[in-house]
């Protein structure tokens, strides 16, 4: 009775592990799984046995690359600061030479002969045309870079164009052309020629020394002289007044002339009035003045 009461109240074995030996269950469970081969790894594939690298600890990338660019950099530096030097050196010359013909030039406002001070001034005009030449050598190993130099000797080309321009003048009465100024100071190759700019600046300097060279030339008795200057400024103004110029350095300079302009308009009245001018120079003015045209 006791073996049948004990049967009746404890289940079959089998029953109470149905549920742990159920296809799922056993599916699932990594403890009843089947011990796995030495081929597979007992761990999920994310799962690593070795810790995440650290990122302070990876090596940076080589410099090698940006070293190299710079190196380059460094060669074209010192090889573009060789040549400057060499430009400046015979800049410094341009410069004296530049000094002594200014010096020549400043003769023409006194009572000397004009002949004698034009031929003294011609000779420094051959040596600053060699200095040119030495540039223009230099230039020669490195072509198609003039623009690049082109501001070591502007300054200086500026200058010297505007005392060749007044030299021409002197001897001409005319103005000195671009081409011309080219062929005196040897900048007539391809390679290495008088920026325009440059050009047009020095007829703006130039305008500057009328006004003194008119009041000397009245004071030495050449009343004729404020007719012809202010001949040749009013066709010089009236020429730049054709550009149309930026508000730059050059806008600025010839802005400047036509004060030039009214200062010998003011001596040549002063002459008119007074009645020192002969008749043949009065009637022979090239360009009437502006009150001229208003009168008439």
Not at 239 to 256: E, S, V, Y
């Amino acid at each position: 009775m006791r073996a049948a009461f004990r049967t009746a109240l404890s289940p079959p074995v089998s029953r109470l592990l149905q549920p742990l030996l159920s296809p799922l269950h056993f599916r699932f469970s990594p403890l009843l799984q089947s011990s796995p081969s030495p081929s597979r790894s007992p761990f999920p594939r994310h799962f690593s046995t070795f810790p995440p690298p650290d990122p302070f600890l990876v090596p940076p990338p080589s410099p090698f690359p940006m070293e190299k660019q710079f190196e380059e950099f460094k060669l074209q530096l010192e090889e573009s600061g060789g040549v400057r030097e060499k430009i400046r050196g015979v800049v410094v010359e341009v410069e004296a030479a530049n000094r002594m013909l200014s010096s020549c030039l400043l003769l023409v406002h006194q009572s000397l002969p004009l002949s004698g001070v034009l031929e003294k001034a011609n000779g420094h005009i051959g040596k600053i045309k060699g200095l040119f030449a030495q540039l223009a050598v230099i230039l020669k190993d490195c072509p198609g870079e003039f623009y690049r130099y082109h501001g070591e000797w502007r300054s200086e080309t500026q200058t010297v164009v505007s005392m060749v321009a007044l030299l021409h003048w002197l001897e001409t009465g005319a103005l000195l052309m671009h081409a011309e100024a080219e062929k005196k100071l040897g900048l007539d190759s391809s390679d290495f020629s008088l920026d325009v700019e440059d050009y047009l600046t020095g007829l703006c300097f130039m305008s500057n020394e009328f006004p003194r060279y008119v009041v000397n030339r009245v004071t030495a008795g050449d009343y004729d002289c404020p007719r012809k200057v202010l001949s040749f400024l009013t066709d010089l103004h009236t020429a730049f007044r054709m550009l149309n110029l930026r508000n730059d350095f050059l806008r600025k300079k010839f802005d400047g002339m036509k004060y030039d302009l009214r200062r010998v308009e003011e001596v040549y009245y002063d002459v008119k009035i007074r009645g020192l001018a002969s008749d043949d120079s009065a009637q022979g003015q090239a360009n009437p003045t502006p009150d001229q045209v208003t009168e008439s």
